[in-house]
């Protein structure tokens, strides 16, 4: 298959579902410029502010993107492209960008709360303790996930106990840059909000400062530090980035990181359209993933490991969180949820695209194992496509190094986004009806401060990434998945209490369950009857609460809809 064709029937496709389909949702659901939006309403200068819209997509696409969109599908190859882009096209058009653009709606119009107050409003006060627990399960995972593979990319190697230079300045020019990056993002925050200097002309410096940032990072880094060090300096970096107020990092960090992921992505199609190579991967392998179809541990059968490996290129349970999390608190008018929620979906598919073709442009090197780690694999494969056009023939190192930094980035955005996403839950789940932090007493007042709440979430996070990603990253797919789909039924429920269409809910909703529980209960298969050490026990105890929890909530949607339609 060419990369070119590949690519390009993938984003006319999306596009005609964004055009077509993203609109006809938009007006079955009823969604009103002219309504006030809870930024403007409820504007505190710390979580409710109201940002434009091209500033709040890159704080939602960048804290949305991550790694899933980069790993699940490189992951998920080994059972050929074809598999891989129908899931991503189509499961991005009726199944993640309905369920997107559906939290981020039923958020606004619960003035901007979470999920589990828009599960309340239909479902009642138990459904919403069950969906926050769920939710704050996955939360950790993602911040463990995210955590070791950003410490991954940072960390030097040694050898035999001696530090390998050579080796490790690549993760040592990324560490650097991503530094300086922050700082960057600090500035930006304080003289466009402070200093109410022009967005326009901020931006321009901003992106300028970037550039200067790559420079120096490429050429003096200085820092060489441990997988286990990184991880505890991200953990006290996210902890800090997640109470401050998101005008000082969470909003100016992201709208300039989006300019990395728009740079990369546009560099990516220029050198798959500009190389247009025949990708050498198959497009079929057969439904059982072997030791001849791809490294590391096998992903098993198809079903259900393929809609579970991609994960964020089609649809994500944790995008709702950050939809009815922090998206839908900065939202300056409700006509903007569209293009943000449901074509930043879409977007994400088309990344999901390019990373299928990245690997398949070194699939000799893949299969065997010469090059494994999905990053390093998409940066490889991005880089030597853009490295055959004539005009970027020497660029193939520089490209490498900003594809690796532009992921990090990406996942520092989602790192710190979940932990405030989970400070959240934690807090919420602690509150009673109509109770704010203010109203808390007793142990309940020192459980929902923020940094209380911040902490306990970061030192569980922090310790599970410890583990390694790969150890994870299959129990986090499936807890993903499986929020998607209690998303999916809480937003259904919710627009079939107040009169709206939801039908485009019900099947994706039942297909996600089906999906999910089918690969929680291999992982509890694999965690306890496989035991190395004590983390699978844990491993196994989170998938069986993951079920539980699951089952019982989707029993609740089923009869709150069942209910509805009867009343109907």
């Given at each position: 298959?060419?990369?070119?064709?590949?690519?390009?029937?993938?984003?006319?496709?999306?596009?005609?579902?964004?055009?077509?389909?993203?609109?006809?949702?938009?007006?079955?659901?009823?969604?009103?410029?002219?309504?006030?939006?809870?930024?403007?309403?409820?504007?505190?200068?710390?979580?409710?502010?109201?940002?434009?819209?091209?500033?709040?997509?890159?704080?939602?696409?960048?804290?949305?993107?991550?790694?899933?969109?980069?790993?699940?599908?490189?992951?998920?190859?080994v059972f050929g492209w074809v598999p891989v882009m129908l899931w991503v096209v189509i499961g991005g058009i009726f199944f993640g960008a309905v369920h997107?653009?559906?939290?981020?709606?039923?958020?606004?119009?619960?003035?901007?709360?979470?999920?589990?107050?828009?599960?309340?409003?239909?479902?009642?006060?138990?459904?919403?303790?069950?969906?926050?627990?769920?939710?704050?399960?996955?939360?950790?995972?993602?911040?463990?996930?995210?955590?070791?593979?950003?410490?991954?990319?940072?960390?030097?190697?040694?050898?035999?106990?001696?530090?390998?230079?050579?080796?490790?300045?690549?993760?040592?020019?990324?560490?650097?840059?991503?530094?300086?990056?922050?700082?960057?993002?600090?500035?930006?925050?304080?003289?466009?909000?402070?200093?109410?200097?022009?967005?326009?002309?901020?931006?321009?410096?901003?992106?300028?400062?970037?550039?200067?940032?790559?420079?120096?990072?490429?050429?003096?880094?200085?820092?060489?530090?441990?997988?286990?060090?990184?991880?505890?300096?991200?953990?006290?970096?996210?902890?800090?980035?997640?109470?401050?107020?998101?005008?000082?990092?969470?909003?100016?960090?992201?709208?300039?990181?989006?300019?990395?992921?728009?740079?990369?992505?546009?560099?990516?199609?220029?050198?798959?359209?500009?190389?247009?190579?025949?990708?050498?991967?198959?497009?079929?392998?057969?439904?059982?993933?072997?030791?001849?179809?791809?490294?590391?541990?096998?992903?098993?059968?198809?079903?259900?490991?393929?809609?579970?490996?991609?994960?964020?290129?089609?649809?994500?349970?944790?995008?709702?969180?950050?939809?009815?999390?922090?998206?839908?608190?900065?939202?300056?008018?409700?006509?903007?949820?569209?293009?943000?929620?449901?074509?930043?979906?879409?977007?994400?598919?088309?990344?999901?695209?390019?990373?299928?073709?990245?690997?398949?442009?070194?699939?000799?090197?893949?299969?065997?194992?010469?090059?494994?780690?999905?990053?390093?694999?998409?940066?490889?494969?991005?880089?030597?496509?853009?490295?055959?056009?004539?005009?970027?023939?020497?660029?193939?190192?520089?490209?490498?190094?900003?594809?690796?930094?532009?992921?990090?980035?990406?996942?520092?955005?989602?790192?710190?986004?979940?932990?405030?996403?989970?400070?959240?839950?934690?807090?919420?789940?602690?509150?009673?009806?109509?109770?704010?932090?203010?109203?808390?007493?007793?142990?309940?007042?020192?459980?929902?401060?923020?940094?209380?709440?911040?902490?306990?979430?970061?030192?569980?996070?922090?310790?599970?990434?410890?583990?390694?990603?790969?150890?994870?990253?299959?129990?986090?797919?499936?807890?993903?998945?499986?929020?998607?789909?209690?998303?999916?039924?809480?937003?259904?429920?919710?627009?079939?209490?107040?009169?709206?269409?939801?039908?485009?809910?019900?099947?994706?909703?039942?297909?996600?369950?089906?999906?999910?529980?089918?690969?929680?209960?291999?992982?509890?298969?694999?965690?306890?009857?496989?035991?190395?050490?004590?983390?699978?026990?844990?491993?196994g105890g989170i998938a069986i609460l993951l079920v539980v929890l699951a089952i019982v909530l989707a029993v609740m949607g089923v009869k709150t809809l069942?209910?509805?339609?009867?009343?109907?």
């Amino acid at each position: 298959m060419n990369a070119a064709i590949l690519i390009g029937i993938g984003i006319v496709l999306l596009l005609c579902g964004y055009l077509f389909y993203g609109r006809w949702l938009a007006k079955q659901w009823g969604v009103d410029p002219s309504q006030t939006t809870p930024a403007h309403e409820l504007e505190d200068g710390d979580d409710y502010v109201p940002a434009k819209a091209p500033v709040l997509m890159g704080h939602h696409f960048s804290s949305i993107a991550g790694a899933g969109p980069i790993n699940g599908p490189i992951q998920a190859a080994v059972f050929g492209w074809v598999p891989v882009m129908l899931w991503v096209v189509i499961g991005g058009i009726f199944f993640g960008a309905v369920h997107d653009f559906g939290a981020v709606f039923s958020s606004i119009r619960h003035k901007g709360q979470s999920l589990g107050e828009v599960i309340a409003d239909s479902m009642g006060q138990t459904a919403k303790k069950l969906f926050i627990t769920f939710s704050y399960l996955t939360l950790l995972l993602v911040v463990a996930a995210f955590a070791s593979i950003v410490a991954n990319t940072f960390k030097a190697t040694y050898v035999d106990g001696v530090l390998d230079t050579a080796a490790s300045a690549a993760n040592a020019s990324t560490a650097m840059i991503s530094i300086l990056f922050i700082v960057i993002a600090i500035v930006f925050g304080f003289m466009v909000y402070r200093k109410n200097a022009g967005v326009g002309i901020s931006t321009i410096l901003g992106v300028v400062a970037i550039a200067l940032c790559m420079v120096i990072g490429y050429n003096f880094h200085p820092i060489y530090l441990s997988g286990d060090v990184w991880m505890i300096i991200i953990g006290v970096y996210i902890a800090i980035a997640s109470v401050t107020p998101v005008w000082i990092l969470l909003q100016p960090r992201d709208y300039l990181s989006s300019f990395l992921l728009y740079g990369m992505m546009i560099i990516a199609i220029v050198g798959i359209f500009g190389a247009h190579p025949e990708l050498e991967i198959p497009a079929f392998t057969g439904f059982v993933d072997s030791a001849e179809h791809g490294v590391g541990n096998s992903l098993g059968t198809l079903f259900p490991a393929l809609f579970i490996t991609i994960a964020c290129g089609a649809i994500s349970g944790f995008h709702s969180l950050v939809g009815s999390g922090t998206t839908a608190k900065q939202l300056n008018n409700e006509k903007d949820a569209l293009p943000i929620a449901y074509g930043g979906m879409l977007i994400e598919c088309v990344l999901a695209l390019i990373s299928l073709c990245a690997v398949g442009y070194i699939w000799a090197e893949y299969v065997p194992g010469g090059i494994t780690t999905p990053t390093a694999v998409f940066a490889t494969g991005i880089s030597r496509m853009c490295a055959t056009i004539p005009f970027l023939a020497g660029a193939e190192s520089f490209i490498y190094s900003m594809l690796i930094l532009a992921v990090s980035a990406f996942c520092l955005t989602s790192l710190d986004t979940a932990t405030r996403l989970a400070r959240y839950m934690f807090q919420e789940f602690w509150l009673k009806p109509g109770e704010t932090e203010a109203d808390a007493t007793g142990v309940r007042k020192v459980l929902v401060n923020k940094y209380v709440s911040t902490l306990i979430t970061v030192v569980l996070g922090v310790a599970l990434g410890m583990t390694g990603y790969s150890k994870i990253w299959a129990l986090f797919g499936a807890a993903n998945q499986l929020l998607a789909a209690l998303g999916l039924m809480g937003v259904a429920a919710w627009l079939g209490k107040i009169g709206r269409n939801n039908k485009m809910f019900i099947f994706p909703m039942f297909f996600m369950l089906i999906v999910t529980i089918c690969s929680l209960c291999q992982t509890i298969f694999t965690n306890l009857t496989n035991v190395v050490d004590v983390w699978n026990y844990v491993r196994g105890g989170i998938a069986i609460l993951l079920v539980v929890l699951a089952i019982v909530l989707a029993v609740m949607g089923v009869k709150t809809l069942t209910a509805q339609k009867k009343e109907a």
